[in-house]
């Protein structure tokens, strides 16, 4: 049922993957400065690898994740009364790779933090699954992550009302990466940190390798 409403939907809400004191264990060990809005790299680190594997034995998380899932990348975003910034509606339309090949299926090379990036074709990004990890509480008031249901299909034409997706700490937003999303600044400026893990499967289409996979 979970894996059919995603792929209906393009994103659904867990109430809960990981418990507050879980949450609070990470906090300890993210940045303290929050002069930017966060980082893509946390993959590397080994304590996000260990939560990438503890969220794959999550059963609902397990339940829409593709067949020999791999964590291949973790962004972390952080609003704060310092970085109290929007995203404009978009769709999530590149992936952290190895090496740059010679391909016309690809296009879009950028380097980003000292890791390249290219955007696949469509049935590579349709595979993707991306976990949104609330570490802190998230209502209305925070800036939440606005989504366009069902706007990842490749047939829809017309947009329903953008949803706020609204969790306590250790709730998740589970989407495809092609949903438009984005996000309004924060109406009471407070921390809002959230980790966002990027699931796909171990060999990549097209000659393409990952950048890192977990």
Excluded at 54 to 63: G, H, T
Excluded at 125 to 131: H, M, Q, S, T, Y
Excluded at 178 to 205: C, D, E, M, N
Aim: aromatic share 8%; charged share 20%; net charge positive.
């Amino acid at each position: 049922m979970l894996a059919q409403a995603l792929t209906e939907n393009g994103f659904l809400v867990l109430p809960s993957v990981l418990s507050r004191h879980e949450c609070e264990t990470v906090c300890r060990l993210l940045p303290v400065d929050y002069s930017s809005p966060g980082t893509r790299n946390f993959l590397a680190e080994d304590w996000c690898k260990a939560l990438a594997g503890r969220l794959r034995m999550v059963p609902e998380v397990a339940a829409v994740l593709p067949r020999d899932a791999m964590a291949v990348q973790c962004t972390f975003f952080a609003k704060s009364p310092q970085t109290n910034w929007s995203v404009a509606f978009h769709r999530d339309l590149s992936i952290p790779v190895k090496k740059k090949i010679d391909t016309p299926h690809c296009k879009g090379w950028s380097e980003k933090e000292g890791v390249l990036y290219t955007q696949p074709p469509r049935d590579v990004l349709e595979e993707l699954v991306a976990i949104r990890v609330h570490l802190d509480d998230c209502g209305t008031q925070n800036g939440p992550l606005r989504v366009f249901p069902r706007s990842h299909s490749l047939g829809q034409t017309e947009l329903p009302e953008a949803l706020q997706c609204l969790g306590m700490a250790g709730s998740a937003v589970i989407m495809k990466p092609l949903l438009i999303h984005g996000s309004s600044k924060a109406v009471v400026p407070s921390l809002r940190r959230v980790l966002h893990f990027l699931f796909g499967r171990k060999q990549l289409r097209y000659g393409l390798e990952w950048n890192e996979a977990v």
